[in-house]
Nanobody, 124 residues
Framework: QVQLVESGGGSVQAGGSLRLSCAAS????????MAWFRQAPGKEREGVAA???????SFADSVKGRFTISKDYAKNTLYLQMNSLKPEDTAMYYC??????????????????WGQGTQVTVSS
């Protein structure tokens, strides 16, 4: 009954910013492991950013210095702040979560629960 719902996507020009949100509900407790993934047309799904149970974060090299991931534990909501957006950031962005630890936090197989995605389009 776990449900993840993303929001905040849209169209933006290169250099702009967007803030994605992922609202989690239905879990018996807060999901300790959460992440953002993205998939562009014709491309494989890739990990963007992850946050663990004690707030440690991981980022893909392609977004380091531009994106930040955070979680509001009181609201059970995950965020992805995206700054200095580039056309290559264009993709469907997905929120993912798991109750259990996995060694590779940036691998999609490490997560059991997924949202439906929110589209981010960055124009040049």
């Amino acid at each position: 009954q776990v449900q993840l719902v993303e929001s905040g996507g849209g169209s933006v020009q290169a250099g702009g910013s967007l803030r994605l949100s992922c609202a989690a509900s239905g879990a018996t407790r807060s999901m300790p492991y959460m992440a953002w993934f993205r998939q562009a047309p014709g491309k494989e799904r890739e990990g963007v950013a992850a946050i663990d149970s004690i707030g440690r974060t991981s980022f893909a090299d392609s977004v380091k210095g531009r994106f930040t991931i955070s979680k509001d534990y009181a609201k059970n909501t995950l965020y992805l702040q995206m700054n200095s957006l580039k056309p290559e950031d264009t993709a469907m962005y997905y929120c993912a979560a798991n109750l259990y630890y996995r060694s590779d936090k940036m691998r999609d197989a490490s997560y059991n629960y997924w949202g439906q995605g929110t589209q981010v389009t960055v124009s040049s």
